[in-house]
């Protein structure tokens, strides 16, 4: 046993031991140590604690991964896809997801799926059948956005064994989904200023700019739908010229304060999809002399942690994504233990949250 131990000594000061230098330390064949370290076989009791003595005192850790690839498992890995990095909630979202999944031991990578290409070939198609190819244990999508060429490859992934999640995306696909609930949102943001005495309310909205532009189940066709939901119940018909489109964090909120303040006749108020968007907007509009909210008022609705800190604090409608990331979590544990029980669909909703940049039109 002193040989064992002054090799085991040298072994250990120079790299992570394998099963494989168990087993040559031991002089014995390297499945006999897999045995001994997985509890099953039917090895002597005294062979076993040799090797586990042995294996723990070189420092031996084993190999998740190689472990779950013996159970049958082709390639343990959880994939999380994304449909384009951004500083926003959807990449908040995919990280708390990604942190309670690796808790649960699991190999969590993430992509960045990438827009259509030139030619009209779809680069988001390629790289999402190159993850499909390498037979992950399952695949979240994280977008409210995709190209309509990846639907077959998830089928087929799906039909190979393969599990997917949506979260936020609304896949035409059986699988089990969480989403928030955009329509509510609007027709909440809506509903409040309606409340409030506004009925000329703008409404700014990203363009959806990937294939599902016509899909009513898009997040920009869900959005507008609670927003003239909300205006049918008053008996308003909202004015198109007041739809101001949005496309990026950064130049959209000074485009859009341009356009308000090119208009000859103005919307009273606003519903901003992204507050940082809505930032910009308020910003630029108090360097031209026009107030927030005496002159118009806005909503925004994704409710950031700076939104209550703010000079001037944004009403928001919330999109709570840590129960949104958690839902996704439930769902795919539950779908990895059983995959004979039906599709699962959650919907997360938003509340409302009153602050300083709304004023009623009756008290003016």
């Not at 995919?94 to 990438?114: D, F, G, H, S």
């Not at 009403?315 to 769902?331: G, K, S």
């Not at 539950?334 to 599709?343: F, N, V």
Request: glycine share 8%; hydrophobic share 40%; with cysteine.
């Amino acid at each position: 046993m002193r040989a064992i131990n002054e090799d085991v000594t040298s072994l250990t000061s120079s790299k992570r031991p394998t099963i494989r230098d168990v087993a040559d330390i031991l002089g014995i064949h390297k499945s006999t140590v897999s045995v001994a370290l997985s509890g099953k076989g039917t090895l002597a009791q005294a062979t076993r604690d040799r090797i586990v003595t042995v294996a723990h005192e070189m420092g031996y850790v084993p190999n998740l991964a190689a472990q779950r690839l013996a159970n049958g498992y082709r390639n343990p890995a959880v994939c999380i896809v994304g449909g384009g990095a951004t500083t926003g909630l959807a990449t908040e979202t995919t990280l708390l997801i990604q942190r309670e999944l690796t808790k649960e031991a699991l190999v969590v990578p993430l992509y960045n799926c990438v827009s259509r290409g030139a030619g009209g070939i779809s680069e988001q198609w390629i790289q999402i059948r190159q993850i499909c190819q390498q037979e992950p244990r399952a695949l979240i999508y994280v977008s409210e956005f995709w190209d309509d060429t990846i639907i077959d490859e998830l089928r087929s992934y799906q039909n190979a064994g393969g599990v997917v999640i949506a979260c936020n995306a609304r896949l035409p696909i059986d699988c089990d989904q969480v989403a928030f609930d955009r329509e509510q949102s609007l027709y909440t943001a809506a509903k409040y200023l309606l409340n409030r005495g506004h009925q000329k309310i703008g409404l700014g909205i990203r363009n959806d700019q990937w294939g599902s532009t016509a899909n009513p189940n898009g997040s920009e066709q869900r959005q507008i739908a609670g927003f003239e939901r909300a205006a049918a119940e008053y008996g308003i018909s909202p004015v198109a010229f007041w739809r101001f489109n949005l496309t990026s964090f950064e130049s959209n909120g000074v485009e859009l304060a341009n356009k308000f303040i090119s208009m000859n006749d103005r919307p009273t108020a606003l519903c901003i999809d992204c507050d940082r968007v809505a930032y910009n907007l308020i910003q630029t509009l108090l360097t031209q002399g026009i107030r927030v909210p005496d002159d118009v008022s806005i909503v925004g609705y994704n409710c950031y942690p700076e939104d209550k800190y703010a000079p001037l604090p944004l009403t928001v409608v919330t999109e709570p994504i840590d129960q949104v990331a958690m839902n996704v979590v439930q769902l795919l544990l539950r779908r990895l233990a059983d995959k004979t029980c039906a599709p699962r669909h959650v919907t997360i909703s938003g509340e409302l949250i009153e602050r300083g940049s709304v004023s009623s039109l009756n008290i003016r």
